[in-house]
């Protein structure tokens, strides 16, 4: 039987936009806007005015000109592109005074009417977060207005299209500004929950951290206690200085830190001398000698590591020495460890009872229970677990915690 318990993570905040989600918004609505204005405009003069095509190859030409200005936008050349394809549609605009193509018929007052008051506003949505844009709506809509008039006066419906192009032109403005204040206010959303979220977090971190700290100071006095209660008989007092040294450097980082995350990320080298040299084991072997548990040791873990990381790990392997003793029926077993550049690793052996997985509703065996409680101390660091067991074939325990 395996079975594999990851620890539990913090769920993940869905991505949120950038500082200029509302720029990106303003982007994409003017580029489709424009586009499809520019292209109507464009089909509408071909197609009713094929007879003479020839005299509004510039217009179309222009037209062209600011389909490709409306497909180029993007964020970062956003400005530049508006007044090249503003200027393109002036240009286009006056190809209307050409010769030979005078608007005189209902499809070009009708595509001028779209070109003026439809395509070229669009193109200041991608600008509406800018604070001077009534002021350069209200500069570059005289000349549009100036050249639609020109070109329209001969039909006696130049100020039908004038008041077409201030419908149209507000329209497209109030369309920009709307645009914007509502991403910028779901940004503010956005980064309000991000910080309760952070908040929530934090909160719930600070509170494992004490849960964990009082933890590992009860682990700590019970092996001390335990050991004055057997008088130090049958321990080396090489093991009696380590577990000593090891419990006054975990006592000094809960007096100086409150609890052991304050040192979550500091290197070992900037601990302090006495939790950077003690032996982290020392109070495991202490242990086993006293309860009279053989265990054999292989392998070593080295190199740097978090204080919380090497800490779960050495729990955890204590935790399944224990498990072993209490519900294997053996007392021996073999710890192997060993790490690479990103995890520490211990592997827990034993050739005792084992354990079958429980099937609900059965409820799970002590064993099983006592895995459970491993589990629960990787948790806060990050860590997991396999199991492999079975009945009459013993029980071998993989532990992995990030460094």
């Given at each position: 039987?395996?079975?594999?318990?990851?620890?539990?993570?913090?769920?993940?905040?869905?991505?949120?936009?950038?500082?200029?989600?509302?720029?990106?918004?303003?982007?994409?609505?003017?580029?489709?806007?424009?586009?499809?204005?520019?292209?109507?405009?464009?089909?509408?003069?071909?197609?009713?005015?094929?007879?003479?095509?020839?005299?509004?190859?510039?217009?179309?030409?222009?037209?062209?000109?600011?389909?490709?200005?409306?497909?180029?936008?993007?964020?970062?050349?956003?400005?530049?592109?508006?007044?090249?394809?503003?200027?393109?549609?002036?240009?286009?605009?006056?190809?209307?005074?050409?010769?030979?193509?005078?608007?005189?018929?209902?499809?070009?007052?009708?595509?001028?009417?779209?070109?003026?008051?439809?395509?070229?506003?669009?193109?200041?949505?991608?600008?509406?977060?800018?604070?001077?844009l009534g002021l350069i709506?209200?500069?570059?809509?005289?000349?549009?207005?100036?050249?639609?008039?020109?070109?329209?006066?001969?039909?006696?419906?130049?100020?039908?299209?004038?008041?077409?192009?201030?419908?149209?032109?507000?329209?497209?403005?109030?369309?920009?500004?709307?645009?914007?204040?509502?991403?910028?206010?779901?940004?503010?959303?956005?980064?309000?929950?991000?910080?309760?979220?952070?908040?929530?977090?934090?909160?719930?971190?600070?509170?494992?951290?004490?849960?964990?700290?009082?933890?590992?100071?009860?682990?700590?006095?019970?092996?001390?206690?335990?050991?004055?209660?057997?008088?130090?008989?049958?321990?080396?007092?090489?093991?009696?200085?380590?577990?000593?040294?090891?419990?006054?450097?975990?006592?000094?980082?809960?007096?100086?830190?409150?609890?052991?995350?304050?040192?979550?990320?500091?290197?070992?080298?900037?601990?302090?001398?006495?939790?950077?040299?003690?032996?982290?084991?020392?109070?495991?072997?202490?242990?086993?000698?006293?309860?009279?548990?053989?265990?054999?040791?292989?392998?070593?873990?080295?190199?740097?590591?978090?204080?919380?990381?090497?800490?779960?790990?050495?729990?955890?392997?204590?935790?399944?020495?224990?498990?072993?003793?209490?519900?294997?029926?053996?007392?021996?077993?073999?710890?192997?460890?060993?790490?690479?550049?990103?995890?520490?690793?211990?592997?827990?052996?034993?050739?005792?009872?084992?354990?079958?997985?429980?099937?609900?509703?059965?409820?799970?065996?002590?064993?099983?229970?006592?895995?459970?409680?491993?589990?629960r101390r990787l948790a806060?660091?990050?860590?997991?677990?396999?199991?492999?067991?079975?009945?009459?074939?013993?029980?071998?325990?993989?532990?992995?915690?990030?460094?």
């Amino acid at each position: 039987m395996a079975t594999h318990l990851p620890a539990s993570e913090a769920p993940s905040v869905p991505g949120a936009p950038g500082s200029g989600e509302h720029l990106r918004l303003g982007i994409i609505c003017a580029r489709r806007f424009g586009v499809v204005a520019t292209v109507c405009a464009a089909v509408n003069l071909a197609v009713p005015e094929h007879a003479r095509i020839a005299a509004f190859v510039p217009t179309l030409v222009g037209m062209l000109l600011m389909t490709i200005g409306f497909l180029a936008l993007t964020p970062r050349n956003g400005r530049l592109v508006v007044t090249l394809t503003y200027c393109a549609a002036l240009a286009t605009l006056g190809t209307f005074l050409l010769p030979g193509a005078a608007v005189n018929d209902n499809p070009t007052l009708a595509t001028i009417t779209a070109l003026a008051s439809m395509a070229v506003p669009s193109l200041f949505v991608a600008v509406a977060e800018l604070r001077a844009l009534g002021l350069i709506v209200a500069v570059t809509v005289l000349p549009v207005s100036v050249l639609a008039w020109a070109g329209t006066v001969q039909t006696g419906r130049a100020p039908f299209v004038v008041l077409a192009i201030v419908g149209g032109w507000t329209a497209m403005l109030g369309a920009g500004l709307w645009l914007a204040r509502s991403a910028r206010q779901a940004e503010i959303g956005q980064a309000r929950l991000r910080e309760s979220y952070a908040a929530e977090r934090r909160s719930t971190e600070a509170e494992a951290e004490l849960r964990y700290g009082a933890r590992m100071m009860h682990d700590t006095v019970l092996a001390t206690l335990t050991l004055i209660a057997h008088s130090g008989q049958g321990v080396p007092p090489e093991t009696l200085r380590a577990q000593a040294a090891n419990d006054s450097a975990l006592l000094e980082q809960l007096r100086t830190e409150g609890t052991l995350g304050g040192q979550r990320d500091r290197p070992t080298d900037a601990l302090p001398h006495s939790a950077a040299t003690a032996d982290p084991w020392a109070t495991v072997r202490a242990w086993c000698q006293v309860h009279g548990m053989d265990a054999t040791w292989h392998g070593e873990e080295t190199g740097s590591a978090r204080p919380v990381s090497r800490a779960a790990l050495v729990g955890a392997v204590a935790d399944c020495l224990e498990a072993v003793r209490r519900h294997g029926g053996v007392r021996a077993a073999d710890v192997t460890l060993s790490g690479d550049d990103t995890r520490l690793r211990a592997v827990v052996t034993d050739s005792g009872d084992g354990f079958a997985a429980a099937v609900p509703p059965a409820r799970p065996s002590a064993a099983e229970s006592a895995i459970d409680a491993v589990h629960r101390r990787l948790a806060a660091a990050g860590g997991s677990l396999r199991v492999f067991s079975s009945p009459g074939r013993g029980t071998t325990v993989l532990i992995e915690v990030p460094r």
